[in-house]
């Protein structure tokens, strides 16, 4: 019997990354709907940064919480609706509109050293009778034990799952195996994996996360996501059913998804240019490169010189203001330098 494999399709929440969070209400139900035929077992929804994300400081989305949930929920009929939600950025009040709207699925997201800040979101999510999933982000910037005690954290709290998350796109295979391989040794509950694609590696990191007992992975259609974007969901079903395993995911379906329902959606196709490759060699949350880029652009500075520098600092989610900073700190040094030329 082939080993199943369950997908999360984040094309509508990370993906909002890729075009400003401007996904419409009838976009997302379009693509939603398509993603619920092709047999997608898990859909997650919302503002690039989860539920509370559209503001200021994220970026406005297109249209409210509320907007989405309740346009979504009423074309699946088969898939999860699955949310977002990142402590501080999202509270215990949107975690409950979730549940008004059917949402099964709840995945709090946290820095890879904060799981405590967790413990009440995943609590309630539970409360809700909603599967409640720690979802751990920059895992890069521990060593695989810390993730693991970190993991043990969310086990503690009642999570049904924990996830371990390549925010930045900066692992390579070995690390990512170090820490699944961490982490399934910690808890006696499933791990899942997500991925960015900013060094290239997000297809190859997905398959050595499976290998490594990971039985939950994400990706998106097209790879639509932060920075360079995700593992690509049309691709790794059939790359999955090449090596054996079972998705429940119709490959005809998944692809005319992703080549006509979202590409006609994209603003620009999803590659890796120097700036999101940038971000996978810094190791910087993926959503800096938009604010990257303005501050380039205010400041007359390389986009590159601004994340690489973020990375030194050791930056993380939550302290984009800290973009503005190293721009005009660059640039005043930039023009330091040409004074005393």
Request: hydrophobic letters at 45%.
């Amino acid at each position: 019997m082939k080993k199943y494999i369950r997908i999360v399709d984040t094309t509508l929440r990370d993906g909002m990354h890729a075009v400003s969070h401007q996904f419409t209400p009838d976009d997302m139900a379009e693509i939603a709907e398509g993603l619920d035929r092709a047999g997608i077992d898990t859909i997650e929804i919302g503002h690039g940064d989860g539920l509370g994300g559209s503001s200021y400081q994220y970026g406005f989305a297109a249209a409210s919480d509320e907007e989405y949930l309740k346009t979504v929920s009423r074309v699946l009929k088969n898939a999860k609706l699955d949310i977002l939600l990142l402590p501080g950025i999202g509270t215990m009040k949107e975690l409950e509109l979730a549940a008004k709207y059917d949402a099964k699925v709840a995945r709090i997201a946290t820095h890879v050293t904060e799981a405590d800040i967790g413990e009440q979101h995943v609590k309630l999510a539970k409360e809700l009778g909603m599967e409640a999933i720690g979802f751990l982000m920059m895992v890069h910037m521990v060593p695989p034990e810390k993730v693991a005690e970190q993991a043990k954290l969310f086990e503690s709290y009642g999570a049904d799952r924990v996830y371990i998350t390549d925010s930045a796109g900066a692992m390579t295979p070995k690390d990512v195996v170090a820490r699944i391989k961490a982490v399934k040794e910690a808890v006696s509950i499933p791990v899942g994996y997500h991925a960015h694609n900013n060094l290239s590696l997000a297809m190859a990191n997905t398959l050595v996360a499976v290998e490594a007992g990971a039985d939950m992975v994400d990706a998106t259609c097209k790879g639509l996501g932060a920075g360079a974007g995700n593992t690509q969901t049309e691709v790794l079903v059939a790359v999955l059913d090449k090596l054996g395993y079972s998705t429940g995911v119709d490959l005809y379906k998944i692809m005319d998804v992703a080549d006509d329902i979202v590409a006609p959606k994209m603003k620009r196709p999803q590659v890796i240019d120097k700036n999101s490759l940038s971000i996978g060699y810094a190791g910087v949350y993926g959503s800096f490169l938009l604010h990257a880029l303005r501050g380039a652009e205010k400041f007359n500075v390389d986009a590159r010189d601004i994340l690489v520098e973020c990375g030194r600092r050791k930056t993380v989610g939550g302290q984009e203001d800290m973009i503005i900073d190293v721009a005009y700190e660059l640039s005043q040094k930039r023009r330091a330098k040409l004074a005393n030329c």
